[in-house]
């Protein structure tokens, strides 16, 4: 029996996490019961939302457990199936976090045909960050032709499959990022119509010329003060998917910021906090409409791959610093 | 030819409003042009909009100019009709504002039967506040039976009717007032659950202890602190119908308050600011059903009357000062 490594919560965080929250742990691979198979993880998802789950506070989401594995989605290779479903060789997406080698439960892991697309775009561009995009913008945000769509944490991988969608639907899209290459990349690759770089412009000033006609739809990862200086410019009957509040994941005692609500009551406009998992029943239907686009290159993504399965925790810190461009995998 | 008083707005204020931002005309009364009637006012409306309509800022509604009659809501008779459709004596409702009497366009006012109910409750009860709680809370803040409604400002116009539309749809109801004797007319006549006194009690624990399930369904008419305090115990899927912020109408500098998005996105909760007029198509369907309920004894109302136009100011404060208790009018 050959070996696997994973990590586990060791401790929560106070503000930005460290290296010392995690346990690298070094185990004996389990043997696949009836019914699971055991999987080699070919790459691991580094999402945002995994650092909400190191805290254990009311949320959508149960808190990791202290000395569990570290969750979130994967993909990988089947190397033993105790499953009627799946045989070895078959590639599959699943739950099991960030670990190199699980034994699953067959029947929660999802087939990947590695014919399709590559196979780690079933955790990005048409997984999870994907549909995000794709109902957060059209269900939520309902961008019409000619409107000003902004999002912000635009160079991620749910911000940049955001504008573009805006795009396919006619609308003009401004990105919000934090660094030139990130901007450059939404400008140059993918078309956005103007960018903003949160870092070194004056936000106000800079969102008002890349807005000249307000914002009708502003899709939401990353709130603070990117998202204080948007809401100024919101035209009525606008409409604000809350995907993600990045700026806010690691910070303990929260500044207070300005009161929204006499603004979003003048405007009249909508705000709405969602979840992908919320659209589950209409993956179907997003899907193969997304893998079009790609097809017809309307919709392109990036990647940001980081080698080894030891250094995930260093590729999760990147996300906060806003080093990646595009979506955050683990190559294991 | 008789006389006509009306007030205009002087001056635009700095914080609370003064007496010195109106002024009283005494004028010649106008005769009607063909298409227009002459009606002699009844009923003024008084309502907390009419404050954001004193500044000069971008909202839904354009801003009052200086020297032009305070608009808003009244109901009056008749005296002298070249329109068609309006005989002398006719009772109608319609947008002439502060005006003992006025000679306006006989299309732009609706007849009022003052058979089914008194004719002031086409400006109240049955009017724009009343199809405000109809419309915010069913249409955005659809309550379901065994929910939790909370309802700020519950002992106004529109926050009486709204906590009694959600007791009628099996929701429990949560009323939240500055005053002792809105509470206990909440409580005893209007049947709500649970009451609190933001004036007088800590508001998060009075509220933890009226809200043992959370809340599913926050109608704010208030904002600031109330509303502070509230957000923190939404449940998952929260709705929250906006619908007045009149703790803000008042204040020239706003004090920062805490961030909520990360608040709404974790919750994935809605936020929908809302004018009762994006409803126009549908005031139809709800004006009857109201009346039908009003008949069963179901849905209450109360009226707050001053007696004399000249008052008109004065009753417009004290929405301010929360010493209305239900619908507050001017009797001229």
Request: glycine residues 14%; negative net charge; aromatic residues 8%.
């Given at each position: ?190 078309g956005f119509d103007a960018v903003v770089n949160y870092k070194t412009e004056s936000l106000g000033e800079a969102l008002e010329r890349a807005c000249p006609d307000g914002v009708d739809v502003y899709f939401d990862n990353v709130g603070g003060e990117v998202s204080d200086a948007v809401f100024l410019l919101l035209n ?97």
């Open positions: 029996m050959s070996e696997k490594k994973r990590f586990v919560l060791a401790s929560r965080p106070d503000g930005m996490p460290t290296r010392e929250n995690f346990e690298l742990k070094t185990e004996e691979l389990e043997a696949p019961k009836d019914g699971e198979i055991t999987v080699e993880t070919l790459y691991l998802s580094v999402d945002p939302y995994m650092r909400g789950r190191m805290n254990d506070t009311k949320s959508y989401a149960k808190p990791y457990e202290i000395g569990g594995t570290f969750g979130g989605g994967a993909v990988g290779r089947v190397i033993e199936s105790r499953h009627a479903s799946h045989k070895e060789g078959d590639i599959v997406q699943g739950g099991w976090g960030w670990q190199t080698h699980a034994a699953v439960n067959g029947d929660h892991v999802v087939p990947v045909d590695p014919d399709l697309a590559p196979v780690q775009s079933s955790i990005g561009a048409l997984g999870m960050p994907g549909l995000t995009a794709y109902f957060g913008l059209l269900d939520i945000g309902q961008p019409k032709e000619g409107e000003t769509v902004v999002v912000s944490g635009a160079g991620g991988a749910v911000g940049m499959i955001v504008g573009q969608i805006a795009k396919i639907k006619g609308a003009r899209v401004v990105g919000i990022s934090g660094s030139e290459e990130k901007n450059r990349y939404l400008s140059e690759e993918l009525s009957n606008a409409r604000i998917p809350l995907c993600g509040q990045i700026s806010q994941y690691n910070v303990s005692d929260p500044e207070p910021g300005p009161r929204f609500l006499p603004l979003l009551l003048t405007r009249t406009a909508l705000v709405k906090g969602f979840l992908v998992g919320q659209y589950q029943q209409r993956f179907g239907e997003a899907i193969p409409e997304m893998a079009g686009w790609m097809r017809e290159g309307k919709l392109k993504y990036r990647e940001n791959i980081i080698e080894g399965f030891d250094n995930a925790p260093e590729a999760f810190f990147g996300l906060f610093t806003g080093e990646n461009l595009g979506k955050q995998l683990v190559k294991v």
